[in-house]
Each structure stands twice: as structure tokens, then as C-alpha cells.
């Protein structure tokens, strides 16, 4: 991989942590550090072009991402998951997105949830030619922006506690399989219940979602 196209290849001097950040996030999620690498704090420091204070800054946000995870060496890695956390992953956000999409049929401002939903739908849809970086951001954005709509903020803390495993269970699964869920017609269907007003309907086409994105996840 060329210095140029990598996402390890030094930054810019302004907002150092969050474009560590960025850059850090970018590089699990396209395999270019794949789960299980030790990550070096002398030779990323070096790559990124930043100090080891800001990059450990970086990497204790990445931690409590749930991205990086100490080994059993008690060394820094990218997280490395099995099939069964993935299993377990997909019930807890089953059980929150069910609950979100539920609430929102209930919300009197339902037509403007519809319609930011939609906005979130034409993004993946727009992104289906793009990179897998992109397609991972525009599916994490729907299902994230599902959450927030609920105003229920404790809902959404919870999902974003998630969000770590969320990426990690895309690159366990490999490319093929991850974007199989990001399919923009499983999406729809969510909004168009949601449209309809049904909060049980709702709730179960969530479910449904959730039940075959994990087993597609974790199938052979």
C-alpha cells in the first residue's frame, strides 16, 4: 500500500486526537491493521506524524470504542471477536433498535423522522459504488441517527457503546458478508414500518433485520 493512498501516512497539525482518531478507525476498517495486530506505539506515532502522548489519547478512545483491547500479552491490539460475541452483539441491538423503532411510531413529529430516515437511505445508496470505509459509515449513520430520533439519550449512549464491536464484527465477517447487510432495500424496510405508524410491526421487521444480519455474519 503506497505512503499516499494509506491512512496511516501522517496528518496535518490541527485537531491531532480526532484525526488520529480518524485515521485510526479508517485503518481497522479497511484491513490495513486487521484484527489481532500489536499496535506499535513508537511505529504508529512515527506514521501518523504525531506524539505518543497524543496518539496514547487516541488509543484510549479507540478502547473504550471497544476497537483496541489489551492482549493476552497485555499489549495493545486491534480486537479481534468470535462468533459468538458477534451472536451476542446482535441480540443487545436488536433488543435497542427494535425498542427505537417502536418509539418513533409512537412520535407526533413521525412524517419529519421519516424523512430524515429516507435522507439516511439515499446516502447508502449513494455510497453502494464508494469504498467499504464509506459503506460502513453511511449503514453505522442510519442505524445511529434510528437511535437518536427517539430522543431517549440513554438509548443512545447504549448503541454507541456498540459501535466499536459494530465496525470489529464487519471485519471479522469479512467484506463480502459485511456489505450483504448493507443492502439499502433491508434498510427501506424499516422506514416504510416505521412510516406506517405500527410500533409492533415496527419492532419485529427490526428484529427480522437483526436476526439475518447475524446470521449472515457468522454462517460457515
Avoid: Y
Avoid at 445511529?144 to 465496525?167: D, F, M, P, Q, V
Wanted: charged share 25%; glycine share 6%; hydrophobic share 45%.
Amino acid at each position: 500500500m503506497s505512503t499516499q493512498s494509506a491512512a496511516l501516512s501522517g496528518l496535518a497539525r490541527t485537531n491531532l486526537r480526532e484525526q488520529a482518531l480518524s485515521a485510526l478507525r479508517q485503518a481497522i476498517s479497511t484491513g490495513e491493521l486487521p484484527p489481532g495486530t500489536h499496535l506499535v506505539e513508537v511505529d504508529l506515532s512515527e506514521r501518523l506524524g504525531i506524539s505518543r502522548g497524543t496518539l496514547r489519547e487516541a488509543m484510549r478512545q479507540l478502547q473504550q470504542e471497544g476497537i483496541v483491547s489489551t492482549n493476552a500479552r497485555g499489549r495493545l491490539a486491534v480486537r479481534t471477536l468470535d462468533a459468538k460475541e458477534v451472536a451476542d452483539l446482535f441480540i443487545v441491538r436488536a433488543a435497542l433498535e427494535s425498542a427505537a423503532a417502536q418509539t418513533l411510531c409512537e412520535r407526533e413529529d413521525r412524517d419529519e423522522i421519516v424523512s430524515v430516515l429516507r435522507e439516511t437511505l439515499r446516502m447508502m445508496d449513494e455510497a453502494v459504488e464508494s469504498s467499504l470505509e464509506e459503506r460502513i459509515e453511511t449503514d453505522l449513520n442510519f442505524h445511529l441517527t434510528l437511535c437518536r430520533l427517539t430522543g431517549n439519550a440513554t438509548l443512545l449512549h447504549s448503541w454507541r457503546n456498540l459501535e466499536g464491536a459494530i465496525r470489529m464484527s464487519f471485519m471479522w465477517a469479512g467484506e463480502a458478508k459485511a456489505v450483504g447487510n448493507m443492502r439499502v432495500d433491508r434498510h427501506a424496510a424499516i422506514v416504510d414500518a416505521i412510516e406506517a405508524g405500527d410500533g409492533e410491526t415496527a419492532r419485529a421487521v427490526v428484529l427480522d433485520h437483526m436476526a439475518e444480519a447475524s446470521a449472515n455474519l457468522v454462517r460457515g
